[in-house]
């Protein structure tokens, strides 16, 4: 069975547990997105018209059930989207560009069995213990940090008390590395490579989202040894493939492939509803029909490109204890 460990929900209404800044929603990034993934026609993309909030957010969640029940996966992580939060511990509307609720996910969870709860807690909130311990007793199978866009640096020492509780439990962390275009940056160098290791040398299992990023279209060959040195040293680090099928990240991509070590440790994600971009894997496609499914398209891609069978397995390995006492049926089935 196999599983993508990277996969957004996205809601737009405080009613259903969605934050949007009025900026970002108006962005020509988010319609692009919208109507890459069939939630807005271009035409309404174009002109900026958007529907309302709640007919956006029903659509949204009706195409990734249909989309993910259709897939050749077995499951997908499906993950909240905390805010910023100031330096008492309130969360600032103004300075956070999008949030999606933990319990917005736990309901979206319920449509399909194939989803697994990946929970967002920012470890700077007032309130941080008693969110991460209710999505912990609601299935959380990982917690999902944007440290660059959640405005809070992972080295920070008020965070250790957060790295216990997540040992104590079992629960990785899946974190943001490296450079961001698809959500407005607090601060970029709270999602550098040398921000990783504080949640590593904790104990914390990390899965380091999309390879740790590197340098767009022309990787650094230095950020890479780097990140390589981490893999090296660390066997807590796992390095998902998230939004990798395109073109800006291609180049880190086949990098990880090449190098045995690295490809060791890659773990499945696919980034929805990042598009995929086909176009730049034809030669590693050519002559093969690429299918439809955005789920099944990405991976097809992907395994086209080289990546093994194994990477599309290991995802359950960091998530393994938290999968035994949430799906105890799912653990047996899978490790
Ligand atoms: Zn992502």
């Known amino acids: 069975m196999s599983i993508d460990v990277h996969c957004h929900h996205l809601a737009f209404s405080p009613k259903n547990g969605g934050h949007i800044h009025p900026k970002f929603s108006k962005s020509y990034r988010i319609r692009w997105y919208l109507n890459a993934i069939g939630v807005l026609n271009w035409q309404d993309a174009f002109l900026g018209r958007m529907p309302e909030k709640e007919r956006l957010d029903e659509r949204y969640r009706e195409l990734l059930v249909a989309r993910l029940d259709a897939s050749p996966l077995g499951h997908a992580v499906v993950l909240a989207f905390d805010g910023v939060y100031d330096a008492n511990g309130f969360f600032e509307p103004e300075r956070t560009a999008k949030a999606v609720t933990n319990d917005a996910v736990i309901a979206l969870c319920k449509e399909s069995p194939k ?19 209710k999505c912990l007793d609601a299935g959380a199978v990982l917690v999902k940090w944007l440290p660059n866009v959640m405005g809070f640096d992972p080295g920070d020492v008020r965070i250790e008390p957060f790295y216990q509780r997540l040992r104590e439990t079992g629960t990785p962390i899946l974190m943001h590395v490296g450079f961001e275009y698809a959500v407005p ?6 999602s550098g490579l040398d921000r990783l290791e504080a949640a590593l040398r904790a104990g914390v299992t990390v899965i380091a989202a999309h390879c740790c990023g590197g340098r767009i279209i022309y990787d650094s060959p230095s950020l890479f040894r780097d990140m ?19 073109f800006h990240r291609k ?12 490809a060791s440790r890659l773990v499945f994600g696919t980034d929805y509803p990042i ?14 029909t690429i299918p439809e ?14 990546l093994e069978r ?22 047996h089935q899978v490790v």
């Open 115 to 133: 989803m697994l709860f990946g929970a967002s807690v920012n470890p700077l909130r007032r309130d941080w213990r008693y969110e991460l311990d």
């Open 185 to 190: 940056n607090i601060n970029i160098r709270f």
């Open 228 to 246: 390589r040195t981490l893999v090296a040293k660390y066997p807590n680090l796992y390095l998902d493939v998230a939004a990798l099928a395109s």
């Open 251 to 262: 180049s880190r991509f086949l990098n990880a492939l090449r190098d045995p070590l690295v």
């Open 275 to 288: 598009p995929v971009h086909a176009w730049a894997f034809r030669k590693e496609t050519a002559g093969r």
């Open 293 to 306: 499914n955005y789920f099944a398209k990405d991976l097809f891609i992907k395994e086209a490109t080289g």
């Open 310 to 331: 194994e990477a599309l397995t290991r995802g359950y390995a960091p998530i393994k204890k938290r999968l035994l006492i949430a799906r105890p049926e799912t653990f």
